[in-house]
């Protein structure tokens, strides 16, 4: 496996969700984030102590922008020809097995990462038994 490309450190502005205005008030508001339209409403107009609404000054840096915290870029991968897609890419991406793909094919696309050097995020998924 060979380690990332260096890069600068990764620095995310914000890491908590934003949450939708009164989401936590009304079960039947769900929290995923709606801009709030109303004329009087405190968050819209941004009032002091309200709840922050998401906005462009929030995004990461380009250079780091989808990195993983080893510094690499997640390829989704299914089967073992998309792993070879990777063989030059080594440095940059590293292989992310898909949800869906059984744990016989995953054996076999982690032996070909293994052989080619590339980095798997998720290697232990549905391979390891119980105990």
Known sequence: MVSAKKHIPIVKKRTKRFNRHQSDRFMCVDPAWRKPKGIDNRVRRRFKGQA???SIGYGSNKKTRHLTPSGHKAFLVHNTRDVDLLLMHNKTFAAEIG?????RKRIE???KA?????KVTNPKARVTTEA
Not at 99 to 103: G, I, K, L, Y
Not at 114 to 118: F, I, Q
Request: glycine share 6%; proline share 6%.
């Open 114 to 118: 293994k052989d080619l050097g590339v």
């Open 52 to 54: 922050a609404m998401p």
């Open 109 to 111: 696309i982690i032996a």
């Open 99 to 103: 949800h869906a793909v059984s744990s």
